[in-house]
């Protein structure tokens, strides 16, 4: 069983910075791709942003320019580095992995919270 578990999150000023990362129990290597995602309540998940092994990384446009995701294949890891927090990027981050089998797994989530 496949295991991610995310770290990071926190309570972080508007305009500030956090990084997240998110700790596979395997070879990040071996997942066709790696997301994070966020939820905030009364809304659906949404994808942030993805490493994917065919189409590299891409972003939702809220985020572009902002945050970066990066994998580390050495530790597995896949982190996301995020800039220039606004208030509306307060949310519970979860990580995703999905196989070539199409096999999802997700974390249980880390609360970002951007508040003066």
């Known amino acids: 069983q496949v295991q991610l578990v995310e770290s990071g999150g926190g309570l972080v000023q508007p305009g500030g910075s956090l990084e997240l990362s998110c700790a596979a129990s395997?070879?990040?290597?071996?997942?066709?791709?790696m997301g994070w995602y966020r939820q905030v309540p009364g809304k659906q998940r949404e994808l942030v942003a993805r490493f994917s092994n065919s189409v590299g990384r891409n972003y939702v446009d809220s985020v572009r320019g902002r945050f970066i995701i990066s994998r580390d294949n050495a530790k597995d890891t896949v982190s996301l580095q995020m800039n220039s927090l606004k208030s509306e990027d307060t949310a519970v981050y979860y990580c995703?992995?999905?196989?070539?089998?199409?096999?999802?797994?997700w974390g249980k989530g880390t609360l970002v919270t951007v508040s003066s």
């Open positions: 995703s992995a999905r196989t070539y089998g199409g096999m999802e797994y």
């Open positions: 395997t070879t990040v290597g071996s997942f066709f791709e």
